[in-house]
């Protein structure tokens, strides 16, 4: 069955950079469209970006856009997260998530357990 | 950007009663919405998509409904193991942002 295993989290000052990974297995990693979605501490769930199943076309969310980048190694089945210029705001458990089907207009059929990033001086 | 508003904020219902979740789009999202359970300290499940349908191992108890604008979700007989937070989610947009409602809590009364 599908699995998803976030790494990479911790305590970073503000304006600082940090790197997430999102490893993969239990299903043809290559084929499918990724996310990353975050939940700030007590917060409700916030999506932050997606990336096409070959890394072509990518999408962020207007809080992140120019900041973060995804991207995604299909030859070690892992999705990434760039976090720069980190802010207080972006304190959060960072969530991948997928999908069982290909294409933009579908579901999150499958979630990792979430890294927490915390933004702090 | 489509903002998703669920209500109530906090639902009370006891155990071996109905449940009736609410979830309004700002603009038509089609059946492209998606609802999830989270309990404390756990990642959100899938529980219905496409408005209406199940996820892979749900219980018939739960179920959606509605299209365009207007979404509910209902769980008939509660169990102790439904009581979580519950987000409806459109996945509707392009370019690509799938936005969240805001969360219902539903706590046992």
């Known amino acids: 069955q599908a699995q998803l295993v976030e790494s990479g989290g911790g305590v970073v000052q503000p304006g600082r950079s940090l790197r997430l990974s999102c490893a993969a297995s239990?299903?043809?990693?290559?084929?499918?469209?990724i996310h990353w979605v975050r939940q700030a501490p007590g917060k409700g769930l916030e999506w932050v970006a997606v990336?096409?199943?070959?890394?072509?076309?990518?999408y962020y969310a207007d809080s992140v856009k120019g900041r973060f980048t995804i991207s995604r190694d299909n030859s070690k089945n892992t999705l990434y997260l760039q976090m720069n210029s980190l802010r207080v705001e972006d304190t959060a458990v960072y969530f991948c998530?997928?999908?069982?089907?290909?294409?933009?207009?579908?579901?999150?059929?499958?979630w990792g357990q979430g890294t927490l990033v915390t933004v702090s001086s | 950007e489509i903002v998703m508003t669920q209500s109530p904020g906090t639902l009370s219902v006891s155990p071996g009663e109905r449940a009736t979740l609410s979830c309004r789009a700002s603009?038509?999202?089609?059946?492209?919405l998606a609802w999830y359970q989270q309990k404390p300290g756990q990642a959100p499940r899938l529980v219905i998509y496409?408005?209406?349908t199940r996820a892979t191992g749900i219980p018939a108890r739960f179920s959606g409904s509605g299209s365009g604008t207007e979404f509910t979700l209902t769980i008939s007989s509660l169990q102790s193991e439904d009581f979580a937070v519950y987000y409806c989610?459109?996945?509707?947009?392009?370019?690509?942002?799938?936005?969240f409602g805001q969360g219902t809590k539903l706590e046992i009364k």
């Open positions: 990336i096409w199943y070959d890394g072509s076309s990518k």
């Open positions: 998530a997928g999908s069982g089907s290909s294409g933009w207009y579908v579901p999150f059929d499958y």
């Open positions: 989610q459109q996945y509707n947009n392009w370019p690509p942002m799938y936005t």
């Open positions: 239990g299903f043809i990693f290559s084929r499918y469209g």
């Open positions: 603009q038509s999202v089609s059946s492209n």
């Open positions: 496409g408005a209406s």
